[in-house]
C-alpha cells in the first residue's frame, strides 16, 4: 500500500526488507543498520533461514523474507510441491517462537496445489504481492487503534524494533497534531533499540531519546513515561504475550507505576491457551559477552541468553490487532 510508505522509515520500506532480483533474493541487512545499508543474498531457503537464524533479519523482517522465498523456490523449480513443503519447514524452524511467519506460510501452502504448473511462479508472485498488500492494511488498522492510545505530552517506552504498526500509530498521532517523545532502550545484546528504533525515530523527526536497558523503571518514577507499547512475537486470546527479553522486566515496572502496556500482534496463536511454560528460544550464550564483534568481559566467563520473554495477562492492558482477526 504506497499510502503508507511515506508513514515508515527505510528500514521497514518493502524494497529493504525483501526484494528480489531474478533468480536471488536480496534481504535487507537490519544487523548492519544504520552504518551500512547492504544486502545478503539467498539464492535459496536455506539461506534465508540462515539470513532469519543469524538476525541478518528479525522481527518482522522473516515474514517478507519468507514469502518472497517461496517465489524464488517456484522460479527455481517450478510447481515442486515436495520442495515448497521442505521450504516452509526449513524458514518455519529458523525462528520458532516467530508465529506469524510459521502461521502464514502454513496457511499459502493449503493454496499453491491448485495453481498452474505452466505458470506456477507468476502466480505464487501474485499471491505474495496479495498477502504483503493485506499485512500493510492490517498494519494500518493496527496504527490507527494505537495512534487513539496516544495522548498529547505522553512518553512512550518501547522495546527492541517495534515495527510497522508501532511507527504508523505515531505517524497517525503526529499527523492529528499531538506531541510525544518515545523512549528507546539499547536491547542488548544485539542493540535493535539503538540501531534500528533510534535512528528510525531520527530520519522520522520524531522526539526521542535512545536509553540503556536498565533506565526503563527510572523514566517511569520520574514521570517521563506514561504508555508502553511493543510489538510481540505470540500472543494468545486469553491475553499472553511473548516478545523480545527485557519486556517482562518493563511491563512489571509498568503495573508498579500504574503504567498502561500494549502489545501490537497480527493474529493469535490458535496453538495455545496459555503460554505459561512455552519453551521460548535460548540463543547461542556467547552472545551475550560482546556487542558488534567487541568483548565486553574475560573469555572465560558464563553467560546466558534466554531470547524472549513470557508477559502473563495481569500486566497486558491490551492486545492491539487488526479489527478482522478480533472475531
Known amino acids: 500500500m504506497k499510502e503508507i510508505s511515506a508513514l515508515l522509515p527505510p528500514v521497514l520500506q518493502h524494497d529493504f526488507i525483501a526484494r528480489l532480483d531474478g533468480k536471488k533474493l536480496l534481504i535487507g541487512r537490519r544487523d548492519r543498520f544504520p552504518f551500512e545499508k547492504t544486502y545478503f543474498t539467498s539464492s535459496c531457503a536455506e539461506d534465508t533461514a540462515a539470513a532469519i537464524r543469524n538476525m541478518v533479519t528479525q522481527g518482522g523482517g522473516p515474514l517478507e523474507a519468507a514469502l518472497w522465498t517461496l517465489v524464488l523456490e517456484a522460479r527455481l523449480h517450478g510447481k515442486d510441491l515436495c520442495r515448497i513443503d521442505y521450504a516452509i519447514m526449513v524458514l518455519s524452524d529458523a525462528r520458532k517462537t516467530n508465529a506469524t511467519m510459521r502461521l502464514e506460510l502454513e496457511g499459502l501452502r493449503s493454496r499453491l496445489s491448485s495453481l498452474p504448473e505452466d505458470c506456477f511462479a507468476d502466480e505464487v508472485e501474485e499471491l505474495v504481492r496479495s498477502r504483503l ?3 500493510d492494511r492490517k498494519y494500518l488498522s493496527m496504527g490507527q487503534q494505537g495512534s487513539r492510545l496516544i495522548r498529547e505530552g505522553d512518553g512512550i517506552l518501547t522495546t527492541c524494533f ?3 504498526s508501532f511507527f504508523l500509530s505515531l505517524a497517525l498521532a503526529r499527523a492529528e497534531g499531538r506531541s510525544f517523545t ?5 536491547t542488548r545484546p544485539y542493540l535493535q533499540g539503538a540501531r534500528l528504533t533510534a535512528p528510525s525515530l531520527a530520519s522520522m523527526g520524531y522526539s526521542h531519546f535512545l536509553i540503556t536497558d536498565n533506565m526503563c523503571a527510572f523514566f517511569m518514577r520520574e514521570k517521563r513515561i506514561s504508555i508502553y507499547m511493543t510489538a510481540c512475537d505470540k500472543a494468545t486470546r486469553t491475553g499472553w504475550v511473548v516478545n523480545k ?7 512489571i515496572c509498568a503495573r508498579y507505576f500504574s503504567i498502561p502496556y ?3 500482534a497480527l493474529a493469535y496463536d490458535e496453538r495455545y491457551g496459555t503460554l505459561e511454560n512455552l519453551d521460548v528460544e535460548w540463543r547461542d550464550s556467547a552472545e551475550v559477552s560482546s556487542i558488534r564483534g567487541v568483548m565486553t568481559t ?6 546466558l541468553y534466554p531470547a524472549f520473554d513470557i508477559i502473563a495477562p495481569e ?6 490487532m487488526p479489527e478482522e482477526e478480533k472475531q
Not at 527479553?245 to 511491563?251: D, E, K, Y
Not at 574475560?298 to 553467560?303: D, G, I, L
Request: hydrophobic content about 40%; glycine content about 6%; aromatic content about 12%.
Open 262 to 264: 500494549y502489545a501490537f
Open 162 to 164: 517495534p515495527e510497522h
Open 298 to 303: 574475560s573469555p572465560e566467563v558464563k553467560t
Open 245 to 251: 527479553t527485557g519486556t517482562l522486566a518493563n511491563a
Open 133 to 135: 498488500d493485506d499485512y
Open 182 to 186: 518515545v523512549f528507546a532502550p539499547e
Open 315 to 320: 500486566l497486558v492492558s491490551g492486545i492491539i
